[in-house]
């Protein structure tokens, strides 16, 4: 595997797999099992904002935390000295003093500077471009929340909304991993309209097509709503971090006519055993209604959760792992980790 996390499109779909397994591993070890395996004992984690929000920050120190490490957040206003010390130069710094780093940053070529001249592995919290550690979370979300009798290669995700680093990333992690993925929004927000929304100088579709020639996966983006149709998951993110453009507050209400938001009767075309999905925060009302959010349906609550086993795991596999220490210790799940644990060092290998 590479030293940092910046983008799953570094990562085989077996080693994107493998952090998954350890997820669900740890989640099970810690909430069944009762036992917190201190693999980054008396380590240390810099959390870097350029504008790190809450739904951020907590899961990346709750994290640490629960691996025997500790945590320090570091404004990104305060990392360089009064303005004249280059990110380079602050990155070597933070690497000297840090054993892993994650940052949440504006423009994507500011984690990829970070990452090139820290010493420390880099974890990328959200960037402009994608939003990795999301990738993680949704993809541990929907194997334990598999439709009866299907793999994860034989599932449909429908994206309703724009064209969000949230949306580019779920694309991502769905033709990595073998799913058809639809991406349903109004002309302009379109993955396939190069993504005016997002600030970045990639091709987004054409790295899902990539990824779809090894996987099998199919990308499609649509703003016909019967693209909905047959959905096994239906997922959607705040209309407003779609239109950055705009001035007025209500732009992005007229940017979404209303056949985009979640309702029941989406949910109904898209089949009786669709799942709902949100990234959070949410804004009731707009892109999704609160029968939908707060229904049977909805797995938005087990993703907020998943952040913190997701952000676990990846902390487990690019930090400085120690010991884990349990040789006289029975717990749920010991073997699974183990076992987890094990593939990892053969792909780092």
Not at 35 to 53: A, E, M, T, Y
Not at 122 to 150: C, F, R, W
Request: hydrophobic share 40%.
């Amino acid at each position: 595997m590479v030293k940092d996390f910046i983008d799953t499109n570094d990562f085989s779909s077996e080693e994107i797999r493998a952090i998954v397994e350890l997820a669900a591993a740890l989640k099970t070890s810690i909430k069944q099992g009762l036992f917190h395996p201190h693999l980054l004992r008396d380590k240390s984690l810099g959390v870097i904002s350029f504008q790190i929000p809450a739904l951020t920050r907590i899961p990346l120190e709750v994290a640490m935390c629960d691996l025997g490490g500790h945590s320090a957040f570091l404004d990104a206003r305060c990392t360089a000295s009064e303005g004249c010390e280059t990110l380079g130069d602050s990155a070597r710094v933070m690497g000297a003093l840090l054993d892993i780093l994650a940052a949440h940053v504006r423009c994507h070529r500011d984690v990829i500077a970070l990452a090139a001249s820290s010493a420390a592995p880099v974890l990328n919290a959200m960037s402009d471009y994608n939003h990795p550690t999301q990738e993680i979370t949704d993809l541990l979300t929907m194997l334990e929340h598999l439709p009866s009798g299907k793999r994860i290669d034989e599932c449909r995700i429908v994206y309703v909304g724009g064209a969000t680093q949230v949306c580019a990333s779920l694309m991502f992690i769905c033709s990595k991993m073998g799913m058809d993925f639809v991406q349903f929004a109004p002309s302009g927000h379109q993955l396939s309209d190069g993504a005016r929304q997002i600030d970045s100088d990639f091709d987004l579709l054409a790295i899902g097509r990539r990824n779809c020639e090894i996987s099998g996966a199919s990308v499609t983006v649509s703003d016909d709503l019967e693209s909905v149709r047959d959905a096994d998951y239906i997922y959607t993110d705040a209309w407003h971090r779609a239109v950055r453009d705009e001035t007025s507050s209500d732009d992005h209400l007229r940017a979404f006519p209303s056949k985009y938001q979640v309702t029941p009767a989406l949910m109904a075309l898209a089949g009786s055993e669709a799942k709902f999905m949100h990234c959070l925060p949410a804004c009731r009302g707009e892109e999704v209604v609160d029968e939908v959010i707060d229904g049977p349906k909805s797995l938005c609550w087990v993703q907020a959760e998943n952040r913190k086993h997701a952000i676990r795991a990846l902390l487990a596999t690019f930090g400085p792992r120690t010991a884990l220490r349990d040789e006289i210790i029975e717990y749920a799940g010991r073997e699974e980790l183990h076992r987890a644990l094990d593939k990892i060092d053969v792909l780092q290998a």
